[in-house]
């Protein structure tokens, strides 16, 4: 059974970091593009950053230069370094496999001002 849970989510002040986690279990994740996408109350799911089996990052304007995302193959883990938190980041952060259809449960990142 294939699961991903994120973690490192929480309350932060602007300016901020959080590095949010998703361990994978179930697949082959290093042959799996990943990739981190955020909701907000009203909006669509986006994609904000991903990055491909084979390590290249790419990422969404918005986020550009202050998330960075990583990954680790032999700990079945991606990750989501962010820095220079904005409250427009506030959002439920979910991970999945590019893709494919699996998904995190999420987890809440809130910027306060």
């Known amino acids: 059974q294939v699961q991903l849970v994120e973690s490192g989510g929480g309350l932060v002040h602007s300016g901020g970091s959080l590095r949010l986690s998703c361990a994978a279990s179930g697949i082959l994740f290093s042959i799996y593009g990943m990739g981190w996408y955020r909701q907000t109350p009203g909006k669509e799911r986006e994609l904000i950053a991903r990055?491909?089996?084979?390590?290249?990052?790419d990422y969404e304007d918005s986020v550009k230069g202050r998330f960075f995302i990583s990954r680790d193959n032999l700990k079945s883990t991606v990750y989501l370094q962010m820095n220079s938190l904005k409250p427009e980041d506030t959002a439920i952060y979910y991970c999945t496999t590019i893709g494919q259809n699996y998904w995190g449960q999420g987890t809440q990142v809130t910027v306060s001002p």
């Open positions: 990055i491909s089996s084979e390590g290249r990052p």
